[in-house]
Structure formats: structure tokens, C-alpha cells
């Protein structure tokens, strides 16, 4: 009696929670503004008429999915009630009709943002003589009519209700509580009208209950602001899609759909930033970048000398297969893209999207996979000395949603993403977010917030992309029935990138002055030894570029087949805005009598201990001598004019004795090895302020025979 009692009255208070949840999106067909589609195998017809969704199914063995395009933010995590009045009409041997949720949908064939298939999901269908439960996919539980006292028939208006609380399931058909039962596990956010058999089904509403969460919006994202139309110049009377911009901002790269000029159904087309801030007019990049198949370009190294590109190519520049690839600037044009490895890749859907960090050595994608949850996850590679990339590792639950992620994009300072999602809630059906890493790991991150509603519109907003400098942000935008076009907006401190430097110049001969072809290596000096990202010099000029993002200590130098590099290092760590600098990079041909600079040796003032920040200078030339043990080389100390003669001619000698010291326990020979200190005897400059003093305090090596 007593556990009578309890039952009664936890089933009261469940239904009287399931009154109490607000309605959180409801759709009573006055016209088809969801977008619901009906083209599948088994549907004869579908239409939107008199606030009627009308499926007519001819199949007896096929059950048909019927989605919305524009589906709805929910959570079938959290308690929710889905309600649906569907109506059998004129049936033939057999009719079937339910609900199902909790799936996800795989892409198949359609070019827009529809499914074709819902794997694993939950569900209810209703024939007329039973009720069949499903979980996780599987049609295990079949309820007779008789057995839940159920007398009405399938030819006739049906109101099925879906009640979740604390992990159970509770259903009703018109009112009469059938069943209740454990949720299967949840695979993603979607729900859908399944129907099938032989006949018709209208569904006169369809709704779902429950507490939404608020939008999870930044302090001061951008308000009272107006988002621009970049104009005819980059758009077109077709779609723009997936903008990628240089880190200095001058030129964009972006995807022109179905145009009549494309080689291809997907182009690459670019742009040039005028001297008045305007875009010039878009050009067809041309082969081997586009050709038939589906082209896009991930993203552009910060030099303007390397594209990663979707997709891989034969070695004729035809369509291969899905992947990636990248390509080279020559001084011919781009090179025929090659494709990066990587291990054990695969996706189940049709779309991926990718994004590759400032430094080149992390590359994010989405992808559906089988521990994705929902539509596309977030996973990250990490590249391999031999240049591939590792296994995709799955980015973590709080930027992996229920729903489906896309476009992301990783800012300059390596920090940032921008992406874009429909499984959290926001104000359209696809919303721009954003969010910061936390570690190395890649799969820590700040929770996202949403870029706000003069970016997010009730639309599709997308493929956000934002220069260095951080002021503006691009991205597309659409509505339903419209083409997509690229906008740029202003940004707020909140939501643009980390502040960095942009250094660019010229990789130089020394002696001739003229552009050598190089290749710019950086790193952080508080963890020697790491490589942290990699450049490419224009061949017809020797120009680079590279970003630094600020909170760090860098060194970056040029390498070249026959040349010596001199390394170069800028201090981030009181960086406040976004900065550019220019600074050459210099080569030394390697020859007996040249005398080189070790710029980045760091000691304290006054002392010859060698801080560890200097052992990747040392480091280079400990390999230098390895692979040249023709040459012995002076090494010889230098000082400015402060303190005594007798003070800075020891200081001098007892630092160039330091490098020696360090040369030795690597392993090279004391006969090739000579320390020498000149105090302040030679100075480059004259020593008339602090700068001049900066010059002269050095540490140089002579090659000898």
C-alpha cells in the first residue's frame, strides 16, 4: 500500500512539473519557415498547407526521418516535454507514425544544412495496434493496444507527449500515461516525425518544453555598432563563403560558390586591402589552387607564403579526395599542392572544416567521428617533425556541443578561436562564439560566449576571420532564401584576439644586400629549444612576416643553404596593443674572416654567467661546427665604456670564456676554440647613448682556417 502510495504520487508530481516547463519553441505549419524536409525514400509528397504538415508515404518497410533545416536550440540532457497531434488519413495495408530525439543526423547528399539520416536516436511509433519504444536506435519495446488499455485507432487524431525528468522517460498518448522508461544515451540534439508505411500522416503542431539558459554573453560585446556589406567588390550575386585573412589584414582569401567564372563548383577567389582600407576588386586564383572539385583555403601563413587548402590533389592538380594540402608560393606562382598526412583520418560526414594555428604546428578540424557528440566535433592535431599530423584528439566538452560545430578559426596570438555553432543556445540557428585555450593541451578552454546580435542574427553566421590587428572581424551572414555574402564589423577589447607584434622585413647577404630565398624559424626563449612556429621569404624579394603574440620572450632568425643566420629577438611580455615592426634579417656567407654576431646571448649586467634563454643561440652554433669541421672560430667578448678599462677588458674575456665553456661540454674540440676579450677597445658605435651602449655590449665569433 504504502509503495502504491509513492508511486502515485511521484507520477503526480512528474506531470505536474511537465505543466510547469515553459514552451521553448513550438511550429504550427502556417508556413514552412523551419524549413522541414521531406525528401527521402517512401515520401511520395510533402507539403505546408492550412497549418497541416502532409506526408504521403508509400513504403511499407522504409521509415522516412522529416526535419526542420532550422532546427531549434535544445537539450535533451536536461528535463524537457516534446508534444506532437498527428493524424493517420486513408491508409493502405499499414501506417506508421511517431517522434524520435536525442540523434544525431549524418549529411549524406544534400548541398545545404539538412540530414538525411538520424543515428541512434530515441523514439516513439505508433501503428494503430501498438506503441514501439526505441533507445539508442534499437525498436526494442513493443506496448499492445490492449495491453495499455489504448482503444484509439491510428486512422484518427494522436497526441503523443514525451515527459523527461531526473533520466526517465514517461509517454502519453492523449493524455493517457502508457509507459515509462530509463532515456537511452544522447547522441546529439535532434528530433524529427518519423513516418511510413502506406498512406497519409498531418502533423497539425509540433512543440517542445523546457528552461533554456541564458545567452552567454562578454561583458561589452559589440552594441550600437553596425555590421558592413564588403560590397560588390567581394561579393557577388552568388555565395561568399569561408573568408581567411593574412595576419597583416592586406589580402583575403575566400570560397565563391556556383559562380559562372569558377573552374570548379567551389572556387578560390581573392582580394587585395587598397590604401584607403576598401577591398579590391576579387580575382580567381586560379589553377593549380582551384580546379573541379570542392576548393577552400584553411588558412594563410603569416608571411603570405603558404596556403593549407581543403582537399588533396593528384600531382596533375586534379580533384584527389578529402584531406588536406599545401601549397607554396614560387616564382612562378603556387606550387601544386601536396597533401599533409595525417594519422588514422577519417570523418563519417560529408563537410570538414579546418583551422591551423599561427605557428603551423597545431591544426583543429571538425569532424564526425564515433566519440563525437553530435553532429561535428573539435579535434586537434599536433604536426610531427616529418610534417604530418597526429591522430585527431577530441577538443573537450565545453566547445564540443550537442549540436553541430563548424568554421572555427585560431587568431594570430594562437590563443583565440572563433567558431561557430548551433548547439548552444543564441539568437538564430548557426551563432558565431568564442573562447580562449587554457594550456597546450588544446582541449581546455574558457567557456565560449556568444559575439552578440549586431554579428548573430536569426540566420546562419559563420566563418568569422580576424586580421592581427584585432580592430575589425570578418564573417558571413544569411537568411533563409538568401545568398551569403561577407560582412565586417568592429570588434570590442572583450571578444578580439590577444594583443601581438607583427615583424616583417627582408631576409638580406650581408655583404651584397640582396633577397636571399630562406626560411624564418621562432622561439620562445623562456622554453629553449622550442620551435614555436615557422615562415617562408617570398622568393622574388626575400620578404617575410610572422606574428608574436604578446606575453613572451622571442628569437627568430633565417636559414639558407651556405649562409650563417644571425638571430634577432623582441620582448613581448609589456605589450599592450597591436604592434608592427619591420626588421631585415641578415645572412652571413659562410667564409673564413667573417666575423658574426651572437645577438641573443643574454648575461647579467656586469656578470658572465650565460642565462638560460641563450642556449638556442649556442645551441646553433654547436651544430654549426659539427657540420663544418673545417673552421675553428675566435670567440671574442665585448663591452661599452661604463666602469674601468681593467673591469670591462676581464668582464669581456670572462664572457667569451663562458661560451667556450659551453662550446666544449657539447663536445667541441679546444683546438678549434680560442676566447679572446677586448673590453671596450672596439665599439661599433660611439657610445653616446644607452642604444649605441646596447650595440656595443656583444659577443662575436671569427671564422678561421
Not at 174 to 181: A, D, K, L, P
Request: charged content about 25%.
Amino acid at each position: 500500500m504504502r509503495a502504491v502510495y509513492w508511486t502515485a504520487l511521484a507520477v503526480g508530481i512528474l506531470e505536474v512539473f511537465a505543466q510547469t516547463l515553459p514552451v521553448s519553441w513550438r511550429d504550427d505549419f502556417i508556413d514552412n519557415a523551419n524549413r522541414w524536409k521531406w525528401e527521402h525514400e517512401g515520401i511520395e509528397r510533402g507539403t505546408v498547407q492550412n497549418g497541416i504538415l502532409v506526408l504521403q508515404v508509400d513504403h511499407p518497410r522504409k521509415l522516412a526521418v522529416v526535419a526542420p533545416c532550422n532546427h531549434p536550440y535544445v537539450d535533451f540532457t536536461t528535463d524537457y516535454e516534446i508534444e506532437v497531434l498527428m493524424t493517420g488519413v486513408g491508409a493502405g495495408k499499414t501506417l506508421w507514425y511517431g517522434i524520435a530525439w536525442g540523434g544525431r543526423y549524418v549529411r549524406k547528399h544534400g548541398s545545404d544544412k539538412c540530414y538525411d539520416e538520424m543515428r541512434y536516436p530515441n523514439g516513439i511509433l505508433f501503428d494503430g495496434r501498438a506503441l514501439y519504444v526505441s533507445t539508442n536506435g534499437s525498436w526494442g519495446d513493443r506496448i499492445e493496444r490492449t495491453d495499455a488499455g489504448l482503444r484509439l485507432p491510428v486512422l484518427a487524431a494522436n497526441q503523443l507527449r514525451i515527459s523527461h525528468q531526473a533520466g526517465r522517460v514517461t509517454l502519453y498518448l492523449n493524455g493517457h500515461r502508457v509507459t515509462s522508461f530509463r532515456q537511452g544515451l544522447i547522441w546529439g540534439m535532434r528530433f524529427a516525425i518519423l513516418v511510413g508505411g502506406e498512406g497519409m500522416v498531418g502533423v497539425d503542431y509540433i512543440l517542445i518544453r523546457q528552461h533554456l539558459p541564458p545567452i552567454n554573453l562578454p561583458v561589452d560585446y559589440p552594441r550600437n555598432v553596425q555590421r558592413e556589406n564588403l560590397g560588390s567588390n567581394v561579393n557577388s550575386a552568388y555565395s561568399e563563403l569561408n573568408p581567411v585573412i593574412r595576419a597583416d589584414g592586406r589580402v583575403m582569401y575566400f570560397v565563391r560558390d556556383e559562380h559562372p567564372d569558377n573552374v570548379g563548383g567551389q572556387d578560390v577567389w581573392y582580394c587585395v586591402r587598397q590604401a584607403d582600407g576598401s577591398w579590391g576588386p576579387a580575382q580567381n586564383i586560379g589553377y593549380p589552387i582551384n580546379n573541379e572539385g570542392a576548393n577552400g583555403v584553411i588558412s594563410v601563413a603569416p608571411d603570405g607564403n603558404q596556403l593549407l587548402l581543403n582537399n588533396t590533389y593528384n600531382p596533375d592538380g586534379s580533384p584527389k579526395g578529402p584531406g588536406i594540402s599545401r601549397s607554396y608560393r614560387t616564382r612562378w606562382g603556387w606550387s601544386v599542392p601536396e597533401e599533409v598526412p595525417i594519422e588514422n583520418f577519417y570523418n563519417n560526414d560529408r563537410y570538414i572544416e579546418e583551422a591551423l594555428d599561427p605557428t603551423g604546428n597545431v591544426l583543429i578540424m571538425t569532424l564526425q567521428r564515433e566519440d563525437t557528440r553530435g553532429e561535428r566535433d573539435f579535434y586537434v592535431c599536433f604536426k610531427r617533425p616529418d610534417g604530418s599530423f597526429s591522430e585527431p584528439q577530441w577538443c573537450g566538452p565545453t566547445i564540443c556541443t550537442w549540436g553541430d560545430e563548424t568554421s572555427p578559426f585560431i587568431a594570430a596570438d594562437g590563443v583565440t578561436l572563433y567558431f561557430a555553432t548551433d548547439g548552444l543556445r543564441g539568437y538564430g540557428g548557426t551563432d558565431i562564439w568564442m573562447t580562449r585555450r587554457l594550456d597546450e593541451s588544446w582541449t581546455r578552454w574558457s567557456p565560449p560566449v556568444n559575439l552578440g546580435p549586431a554579428i548573430n542574427t536569426e540566420g546562419f553566421d559563420a566563418y568569422f576571420t580576424v586580421p592581427g590587428k584585432g580592430d575589425y572581424a570578418y564573417f558571413v551572414s544569411s537568411t533563409p532564401g538568401r545568398w551569403a555574402d561577407i560582412y565586417r564589423i568592429r570588434l570590442t577589447p572583450s571578444v578580439a584576439p590577444i594583443a601581438l607584434v607583427i615583424v616583417s622585413g627582408r631576409v638580406v647577404d650581408r655583404r651584397t644586400r640582396q633577397p636571399v630565398a630562406a626560411r624564418i624559424y621562432y622561439e620562445r626563449l623562456t622554453t629553449p629549444g622550442t620551435v614555436v612556429g615557422e615562415a617562408w621569404t617570398d622568393p622574388s624579394d626575400g620578404s617575410y612576416s610572422i606574428a608574436l603574440p604578446k606575453g613572451d620572450i622571442y628569437s627568430f632568425h633565417a636559414e639558407a643553404e651556405g649562409y650563417y643566420p644571425i638571430s634577432e629577438h623582441l620582448d613581448t611580455r609589456e605589450l599592450e596593443t597591436y604592434a608592427e615592426l619591420e626588421r631585415d634579417l641578415v645572412l652571413v656567407p659562410i667564409r673564413a674572416g667573417e666575423t658574426i654576431r651572437l645577438n641573443n646571448l643574454f648575461f647579467d649586467y656586469g656578470k658572465a654567467e650565460l642565462r638560460p634563454e641563450s642556449y638556442p643561440e649556442l645551441e646553433r652554433l654547436v651544430q654549426f661546427l659539427e657540420r663544418n669541421p673545417r673552421y675553428r672560430v675566435e670567440i671574442a667578448g665585448h663591452t661599452d665604456d661604463i666602469g674601468s678599462d681593467e673591469f670591462n677588458l676581464e668582464l669581456s674575456r670572462k664572457r667569451a670564456e663562458a661560451v667556450v665553456k659551453y662550446l666544449l661540454e657539447r663536445g667541441i674540440s679546444r683546438a678549434r676554440l680560442r676566447a679572446v676579450g677586448y673590453g671596450e677597445s672596439r665599439p661599433l658605435v660611439p657610445n653616446i647613448s644607452e642604444e649605441n651602449r646596447a650595440m656595443n655590449r656583444r659577443v662575436e665569433f671569427k671564422l678561421l682556417e
